[in-house]
């Protein structure tokens, strides 16, 4: 098999071949020779025309004139021809002795290609990759061929048990040369989420056109057939025989939707004919709603032409000040938020919730449970109520759950979805698809959990349902209140006890809403332990200011020369205060009034003065205790006197961006001697200047960069801002509030 050259990550091949120059086949075999992926890229087709005007466009260097030189010690050989002649070909394929090649091929149907081979050529199965690139149009044709037909689009491959390793890392790494982003999953999870996305569309599409083009009135129907007409068949132009060969090869899965469908029509058809206009609104209403979040899918989709082409760079211009003042009452608690969300869902009776955060990471979690038919009426204006479901009455959701950019809900989620009766699949941005999922998907699997993940243990998350979980004790190898709380909620469905024991305390917000909510659990020292068969019940719930967001005023008062602010009910929960202690070690002048407990949460206005700052070694135990506020508290010791080291911090790094290196970059620019370490930083403080920083779309680093301009030189321009709202959507009304100097550029 091929060496993969990973420089680049990049593959170096000899021949690549590409049997069909179709739209697809074309497309693939002009971005491999565009790209010099291989030294040469041989097509093979047998419709003259194609031939000549494959050469003519340089799609391909040379044409084949038979199978055998068209895959002969190829690399890889990519198949592109329609679904129904490929088993004919796999059965030429296989007397040829093709012992190095990799296969792969881009139909939209999986099941038949799979079964063919292990009934016919099971010979080819390890070195078959079967895939299927999501980037079809209704253009058609070699003509069409277009080298960047597959940026940013997905490619799906589904290799068996029987897939040989290397063969997916090719396929895998020459896809993601062309740009496509791809992803791993079962054949049959594959072939049904096809029927409902594609395949039913298109066969309503074929349909309706058909029926209207029978009609004796056709062409005033068409003549005066306005924008819903045109959106609606824009697919039905699409390739007859392509579809024809798509509905037969993936006809039960199709057919299983399509039945669905044919329900809910007839359901619709009735409640026209008895004037039931609540029923209508009802559905129209939630499809508006579903369809709303798959507008963010979207468009979070487009984002991810980050960088190179950013759809969207909010851009924050920050200047130096002096004097901070007033009361502010940040947000609600991000880590409260969720959790209030999963408990209110899977309780008993009815939940409210006063204070929830509007920011993007927890309202991705409120609109999962949507999708897995809880009804939660807001928010609005912080207040959301949820008809609890119980811990048994989720239903299956239609669709991959997209959680944008939050790594609280995608592995919560993964303990809770392990344990239902139904498979899901848990997927994110650019940033959280790059995050470390294996730590709870390893525990997860030793419970009997069924999960898929990406190639290096990273989104999405296929999880596959009705897998009967038993309890077992975990010794957490990181201290992290996400893979805690990801074992309890599996842990409320396992058979037996489930225990976790973590390495330091993390945030407890997990065991306190469990009892909140009357579901017992036993802490004792650093282990807790939970039992199945007890039930949530519905409560009400005050979710406290966020000691996180609040953080970053707290370092701004400290490091302004004439400050005096106080920030009004924030969540002081011992397991979240470390910001407040390594501050206070480090000289700052804060203290707490007004402290109370609200629904199991201790509560306090904090306040904070200007003081002056120095240099310590942070004390490894406060790590996990404030470790989101890292970013800034980087700002403060760039304004301390002397050096500041942290160690014990190796988390900081899977965070939404290398919370270290990022850090340490924007330091730099800005004058500060800050040098990363594998586990921590060491900063020497210094007067901090001018220029530009990227936050990487880490909210926390575009929020610390502000704090930083009160003390730098001159403007501060930092880019890359959009995800400040993923938690504090209201940062920068509440900064200028205060009295800091920053604007969004339009
Ligand atoms: O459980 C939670 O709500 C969180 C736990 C922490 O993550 P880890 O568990 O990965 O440390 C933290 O960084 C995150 O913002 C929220
Ligand atoms: C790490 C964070 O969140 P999450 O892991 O939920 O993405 C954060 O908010 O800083």
């Known amino acids: 098999m091929a060496k993969v050259t990973t420089e680049l990550g990049a593959p170096k091949l000899n021949k690549v071949t590409v049997i069909g120059l179709g739209l697809i086949g074309g497309s693939f075999a002009k971005a491999v020779k565009d790209l010099k992926l291989s030294k040469q890229v041989v097509g093979l087709d047998n419709n003259p025309t194609t031939q000549k005007i494959a050469i003519q466009n340089q799609v391909v260097d040379s044409i084949a004139e038979n199978l055998y ?97 290397q063969a997916v890392q090719l396929v895998h790494l020459i896809w993601q040369a062309l740009g496509a982003n791809v992803e791993l999953m ?73 039945d669905s469908y044919m329900e809910e029509l007839q359901q619709l058809r009735i409640a026209m004919l008895e004037d039931n206009g609540s029923q209508l609104l009802d559905v129209f209403t939630r499809a508006k709603a579903a369809r709303g979040h798959f507008n963010k899918i979207l468009e979070s989709r487009a984002n991810m032409t980050h960088k190179a082409n950013p759809v969207k760079d909010l851009t924050f211009i920050a200047k130096p000040t002096n004097k901070l003042s007033g009361r502010l009452q940040v947000p609600g608690d991000k880590s409260i938020s969720h959790r209030s969300i999963i408990f209110g869902s899977l309780a008993e009776g009815t939940t409210t919730i006063e204070g929830f955060l509007e920011g993007e990471d927890a309202l ?173 019940t519905a409560t009400s719930i005050h979710v406290p200011a966020d000691i996180s967001s609040a953080a970053f005023f707290l370092v701004a008062a400290t490091i302004a020369e004439d400050a005096d602010l106080t920030l009004t009910h924030v969540g002081i929960n011992p397991t979240r205060t470390g910001i407040i202690d390594i501050l206070k070690l480090m000289g700052a002048n804060i203290t707490l009034e007004n402290q109370k407990e609200v629904g199991g949460e201790p509560v306090a206005d904090i306040r904070v003065k200007s003081a002056k700052l120095k ?10 205790l404030a470790i989101d506020e890292f970013p800034v508290l980087f700002i403060a010791a760039s304004c301390a006197e002397g050096t500041t080291t942290l160690t014990g911090a190796a988390e900081l790094r899977v965070k939404e961006s290398d919370r270290i290196q990022v850090m340490a970059d924007g330091l730099k620019t800005l004058g500060i001697q800050a040098e990363p370490t594998p586990d921590g930083i060491v900063i020497k403080g210094g007067r901090l200047g001018n220029g530009e920083v990227w936050s990487h779309a880490d909210h926390r680093i575009a929020m610390s960069f502000v704090v930083a301009s009160i003390r730098a030189q001159g403007e501060i321009r930092i880019r890359d801002c959009d995800n400040v709202a993923t938690s504090f959507p209201n940062f920068i009304q509440l900064a200028q509030q205060c009295g800091i100097n920053v604007v969004e550029l339009k």
Not at 114 to 122: F, M, W
């Open 186 to 258: 079962s054949v049959k999870h594959h072939d049904e989420i096809l029927a409902a996305t594609s395949h039913l569309p298109h066969l309503l599409a074929f349909g309706l056109v058909d029926c209207l083009a029978k009609n004796n009135d056709n062409l005033d129907i068409f003549r005066y057939a306005a924008g819903g007409f045109r959106d609606f068949t824009r697919i039905a132009g699409s390739d007859p025989t392509m579809w024809h060969d798509i509905f037969l090869a993936n006809k039960n899965a199709v057919l299983a939707v399509l």
């Open 615 to 624: 240099g310590i070694a942070i004390p490894e135990e406060l790590v996990p």
């Open 364 to 536: 991705a979690t409120l609109e999962a449970f949507k999708d897995m038919g809880v009804s939660i009426e807001g928010p609005k204006n912080g207040r959301v109520v949820i008809q609890g479901v119980g811990l048994q009455g989720l239903k299956a959701p239609t669709k991959t759950i997209y959680l944008g950019n939050s790594g609280t809900s995608m592995r919560l989620l993964a303990g809770l979805l392990s344990a239902q009766p139904f498979n899901s699949t848990l997927a994110g941005d650019h940033s959280l698809s790059k995050r470390p999922m294996n730590r709870v998907a390893k525990p997860l699997r030793e419970m009997g959990a069924k999960i898929e993940t990406g190639t290096e243990g990273n989104p999405p998350l296929t999880i596959e349902g009705n897998h009967s979980l038993k309890g077992m004790h975990y010794d957490m190898p990181m201290a992290s209140a996400q893979v805690k709380s990801c074992m309890l909620l599996a842990g409320m469905y396992a058979e037996g006890k489930t225990s976790v024991t973590e390495p330091a305390p993390t945030r407890d917000h997990t065991e306190r809403m469990l009892k909140g909510f009357g579901y017992p659990l036993d802490i004792n020292g650093s282990t807790v332990t939970i039992k199945p068969n007890h039930k949530l």
């Open 69 to 165: 030189d068209a895959c002969f010690e190829a690399d890889l050989v990519l198949l592109a021809i329609p679904i129904l002649a490929i088993e004919k070909l796999l059965l030429s394929l296989s007397s040829l002795n093709l012992k190095n090649t990799v296969l792969t091929d881009v139909g939209s149907v999986k099941g038949n290609i799979v079964n063919t081979l292990t009934a016919l050529t099971p010979q080819l199965l390890p070195n078959f990759v079967p895939g299927h690139p999501i980037a079809g149009s209704e253009r058609s044709g070699v003509e069409a061929a277009d080298s960047q037909l597959f940026i940013n689009h997905k490619v799906i491959l589904t290799p068996t048990q029987e897939t040989n390793k």
